[in-house]
T-cell receptor, first 114, second 113 residues
């Protein structure tokens, strides 16, 4: 079972470069999320989506953009990479939102901005 | 707003020791409570959950009981193994259909052989 797949696993960017972090899920979940995890910290929600064509900001959306053209895919884009965006990024999905719906996570993308 | 506070780490124990990781929460209504585990180099995995007061979630020898009177959901295991070394996150989700999961800051657990 693939679950939630993130690519790439590692990436080093120069300041000002752009890139897209890919996320795909094969569980037909409507809800998808992007988090960042800074060293020794918990997870902060960047963006989320409740279904194809619908996205909304989370706690820390500045410097990021997302799109959701299909149920399966939820890419995260960094337009002008900054050192403050060095982090581990996790994509997650869930069948529903709220109540007792757990989230399923990918293995993460470790991103360094130099 | 809703929040989760968990025991700061790192926690280091010897194999077969008893484990407790404290977690308390602040929320309106009747949230669902979760423990997630993150092994090195991996994403978070759901370990256990409880959806109402006095429920006990359990999995892989870990247990946690939803205590509404003390707003707590402490994680326990009677005899830890080296393979339990990981970061553990307490989390809650409100009872509204619009609620998102709120995570604690995580507790790193290391088990010595």
């Amino acid at each position: 079972n693939a679950g939630v797949t993130q690519t790439p696993k590692f990436r080093i960017l120069k300041i000002g470069q752009s890139m897209t972090l890919q996320c795909a899920q094969d569980m037909n979940h409507n809800y998808m999320y992007w988090y960042r995890q800074d060293p020794g910290m918990g997870l902060k929600l960047i963006y989320y989506s409740v279904g194809a064509g619908i996205t909304d900001k989370g706690e820390v959306p500045n410097g990021y953009n997302v799109s959701r053209s299909t149920t399966e895919d939820f890419p995260l884009r960094l337009e002008l990479a900054a050192p403050s965006q060095t982090s581990v990024y996790f994509c997650a999905s869930s069948e529903g939102q709220g109540g007792n719906q757990p989230q399923h996570f990918g293995d993460g993308t470790r991103l360094s901005i130099l | 707003g809703d929040s989760v506070t968990q025991m700061e780490g790192p926690v280091t124990l010897s194999e077969e020791a008893f484990l407790t990781i404290n977690c308390t929460y602040t929320a309106t209504g009747y949230p669902s409570l979760f423990w997630y585990v993150q092994y090195p180099g991996e994403g978070l995995q759901l370990l256990l959950k409880a959806t109402k007061a006095d429920d006990k979630g359990s999995n892989k020898g870990f247990e946690a009981t939803y205590r509404k009177e003390t707003t707590s959901f402490h994680l326990e295991k009677g005899s830890v193994q080296v393979s339990d070394s990981a970061v553990y996150f307490c989390a809650l989700s409100g009872d509204s259909s619009a609620s998102k999961i709120i995570f604690g800051s995580g507790t790193r657990l290391s088990i010595r052989p």
